[in-house]
């Protein structure tokens, strides 16, 4: 994967002390500009803010995004979070959410109104999905789908003075399909959003890229520890101002405490996100010389469809590899109940490596052709790596498939056995 990310942002917020540097090194100290001279971030645990005279109390308040009015309006923990966010995305601005979704739902509803069409890739997580699906339509508000792997999808299907936005993922759930960040940033017209959250900030910039707005569920990689449920947006101060009306509405404001997490989390992205590339990688290719599996989907493969878009565009493949057991439902159930250093969990990014079987829990509702539809075969398993020793955890996935290919081999002798 290339070196882009190291290069520095254009116009990197704060004192100009990180300007220039790497953004390994500038992601030790951003987000530390009001800090007093503490050397790691304050917890403001506070839900609002004094003021000495009527005048200050009115600047508090017609202050856009302040942060030291009321904290449903802005926080300064939270604020040193959204600018930790904003520099290592060379955006102007980042704005934290109660959660990924919590991100998703205000850039939707805050930004369409009933008449208005999305373009949204068809790759998506389930919630994102789910909200275009079920919530849109209540409200008026068209989406039409598309292949996010296909050329020309995304720039084809806006309709012009209709489509207000358009919503990539990339790289993708379930099976880390990797969309055009340059096709989707030159889409004239519509705000562009992309949600990063499987790459992290240090594994793409989309805005880069022209992409207005970059989305990350902060709960997976970003805070990276399992401990905090918090989202964020980069983009434009404009932009970012114009939904932070709507937000503020909305109400789904990150905590101070989950933001002092995300932004702890930052501090060591770089280191965790080596490691976890490190560790998928070794496990995606010792996963293709595999008998029981029938693929491995990892943008570090060459066998990955979109492997040299991703070599392009992304400077780490990041920690996730999605495959599908040969042995559907029954094997895809027995491996994420065999795997014994890995844990069986609904999440990704954190130290502990996770597994998930989406067939039989996530997504365990959907009907056959649904599953299909989304991508999603009964022995598909997705897999996120951990900080264990990369040995470890290829030894003990590997481990479970053999166990597994001997339970589903015992399984239907003991069928055959009944039938006859
Ligand atoms: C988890 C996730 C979300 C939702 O984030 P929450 O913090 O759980 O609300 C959105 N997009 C992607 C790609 C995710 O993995």
């Not at 296909?150 to 990339?170: H, W």
Request: net charge negative; glycine share 10%; hydrophobic share 45%.
């Amino acid at each position: 994967m290339t070196e882009r990310a190291d290069r520095a942002p254009a116009a990197p917020p704060g004192d100009g002390a990180l300007d220039g540097l790497h953004v390994q090194t500038r992601a030790i100290r951003a987000g530390r500009d009001d800090n007093q001279n503490a050397l790691a971030p304050i917890l403001w645990a506070t839900s609002t803010f004094t003021a000495d005279t009527v005048s200050e109390a009115h600047d508090m308040a017609v202050d856009t995004h302040s942060s030291r009015f009321y904290t449903r309006y802005g926080n300064p923990t939270v604020k040193a979070f959204e600018d930790a966010v904003a520099d290592l995305e060379g955006t102007e601005s980042a704005r934290a959410f109660a959660s990924g979704m919590g991100a998703l739902s205000a850039i939707v509803l805050g930004l369409c109104s009933s008449g208005d069409h999305i373009v949204a890739q068809r790759q998506l997580y389930a919630g994102t999905q789910l909200l275009l699906q079920t919530a849109c339509p209540r409200f008026g508000i068209d989406v039409t789908f598309v292949d996010g792997t296909e050329p020309g999808a995304f720039t084809g299907a806006v309709l012009p003075g209709r489509t207000v936005l358009v919503i990539a993922e990339t790289p993708a759930n379930p099976k880390l399909a990797v969309a055009d960040l340059a096709e989707v940033g030159a889409i004239a017209g519509p705000m562009t959003v992309v949600d990063s959250t499987f790459a992290t900030p240090l594994g793409q910039r989309p805005a880069d890229y022209g992409v207005d707005l970059v989305v990350h569920s902060a709960t997976k990689a970003i805070a990276g520890h399992n401990d905090a449920t918090i989202g964020v947006v980069a983009g434009s101060e404009e932009l970012l101002a114009w939904l932070w009306n709507y937000a503020v509405l909305h109400g789904a404001v990150a905590s101070p405490f989950d933001a002092l997490n995300a932004l702890r989390g930052i501090r060591t992205l770089a280191v965790r996100l080596r490691q976890q590339t490190e560790t998928a990688a070794a496990l995606a290719e010792a996963l293709e010389g595999q008998p029981t599996v029938e693929s491995v989907h990892y943008p570090g493969l060459a066998s990955h469809p979109q492997h040299e878009l991703a070599a392009r565009q992304m400077d780490l493949a990041g920690g996730l590899v999605t495959f599908d057991l040969a042995d559907g439902y029954e094997a895809g159930r027995a491996f994420v109940e065999e795997v014994r250093v890995v844990r069986l969990a609904t999440s990704l990014g954190g130290p502990e490596s996770i597994v998930t079987h989406p067939a039989s829990t996530t997504h365990v509702s959907l009907l056959p052709e649904e599953l299909e539809a989304a991508c999603i075969g009964q022995g598909t398993v997705r897999f996120s790596a951990g900080l264990e020793h990369t040995d470890d955890v290829v030894a003990d996935v590997t481990g479970a498939l053999d166990r597994v290919a001997g339970i589903v081999a015992a399984r239907s002798r003991a069928d055959r056995e009944c039938r006859e």
